[in-house]
């Protein structure tokens, strides 16, 4: 399992994940599921992965091959139009892949070769986009009224996100909601953990990125850490009170 998520911004994008997979408790591993395709001054495209490692990997070289390939012919992220013509596209690779690793187990139908994304960025002339490609390879798009997209272990960091973040949020303050987030479950489920992969972009800046890498005892993340466990137990103990609790 792991947990990824993006918010979009008046004022640009945030994206975070986690890089934890796991097949069982005794094997672990380490895998970055953010990935960034960037041509200066012309496009910033962002990917968040999420599902059957093998999937989500091939799914990504096949991207970087065909963008580097200046003989493909159809679209490829370097040419795409638009952000949503490019996730569709995304969508697409993304099917055909699924369909072949199904064929390679396909005595074992219960072998799931499933993978999520998150696609976002900004192409010059347009302004910045969202979605979230499933499985079957379509798509949906973040909104004003919905901002953030999440793929994977998703619960138990959505409620700092449906309180904290609306359309007009600072990208500073969308990042440290996105980051609460991603601790909040951490602490609580074991197949999500650092390092955290954070990347804000700015809107019309076209590849001037801010990007960080956050391990577990990161200063800034501890810090975080404890200042929102603090927060949490002061605001808890000053809730209203039963009536009998005032009774002498």
């Given at each position: 399992?792991?947990?990824?998520?993006?918010?979009?911004?008046?004022?640009?994008?945030?994206?975070?994940s986690?890089?934890?997979?796991?097949?069982?408790?005794?094997n672990?591993?380490?895998?970055?599921?953010?990935?960034?395709?960037?041509?200066?001054?012309?496009?910033?495209?962002?990917?968040?992965?999420?599902?059957?490692?093998?999937?989500?990997?091939?799914?990504?070289?096949?991207?970087?091959?065909?963008?580097?390939?200046?003989?493909?012919?159809?679209?490829?992220?370097k040419?795409?139009?638009?952000?949503?013509?490019?996730?569709?596209?995304?969508?697409?690779?993304?099917?055909?892949?699924?369909?072949?690793?199904?064929?390679?187990?396909?005595?074992?139908?219960?072998f799931?070769?499933?993978?999520?994304?998150?696609?976002g960025?900004?192409?010059?002339?347009?302004?910045?986009?969202?979605?979230?490609?499933?499985?079957?390879?379509?798509?949906?798009?973040?909104?004003?009224?919905?901002?953030?997209?999440?793929?994977?272990?998703?619960?138990?960091?959505?409620?700092?996100?449906?309180?904290?973040?609306?359309?007009?949020?600072?990208?500073?303050?969308?990042?440290?909601?996105?980051?609460?987030?991603?601790?909040?479950?951490?602490?609580?489920?074991?197949?999500?953990?650092?390092?955290?992969?954070?990347?804000?972009?700015?809107?019309?800046?076209?590849?001037?990125?801010?990007?960080?890498?956050?391990?577990?005892?990161?200063?800034?993340?501890?810090?975080?850490?404890?200042?929102?466990?603090?927060?949490?137990?002061?605001?808890?103990?000053?809730?209203?009170?039963?009536?009998?609790?005032?009774?002498?």
């Open positions: 399992m792991t947990y990824c998520l993006a918010i979009a911004l008046d004022k640009g994008l945030v994206f975070a986690d890089s934890r997979t796991h097949a069982g408790v005794d672990i591993n380490t895998y970055r599921k953010m990935h960034s395709f960037i041509w200066e001054k012309d496009r910033l495209l962002v990917l968040l992965s999420a599902g059957n490692l093998a999937t989500t990997q091939a799914v990504v070289r096949r991207l970087e091959a065909e963008a580097k390939n200046d003989k493909h012919e159809g679209v490829t992220l040419n795409a139009n638009s952000i949503s013509e490019a996730a569709e596209y995304v969508g697409r690779i993304s099917r055909e892949i699924q369909n072949y690793q199904q064929g390679l187990v396909k005595q074992q139908s219960s799931n070769v499933g993978a999520s994304f998150i696609f960025g900004q192409i010059q002339g347009s302004t910045p986009e969202l979605y979230q490609i499933y499985p079957e390879g379509n798509f949906i798009g973040a909104s004003p009224e919905h901002p953030f997209l999440q793929i994977g272990e998703t619960k138990y960091g959505k409620p700092i996100l449906d309180r904290i973040v609306k359309s007009n949020t600072s990208l500073e303050d969308a990042a440290r909601a996105a980051l609460v987030s991603l601790d909040s479950t951490i602490r609580s489920n074991l197949s999500v953990g650092p390092p955290i992969d954070l990347l804000i972009y700015e809107k019309d800046s076209l590849c001037n990125e801010t990007q960080i890498n956050l391990k577990l005892n990161h200063p800034y993340l501890a810090g975080l850490r404890k200042q929102w466990n603090t927060g949490l137990r002061r605001v808890f103990d000053e809730l209203p009170r039963f009536d009998w609790e005032s009774k002498p």
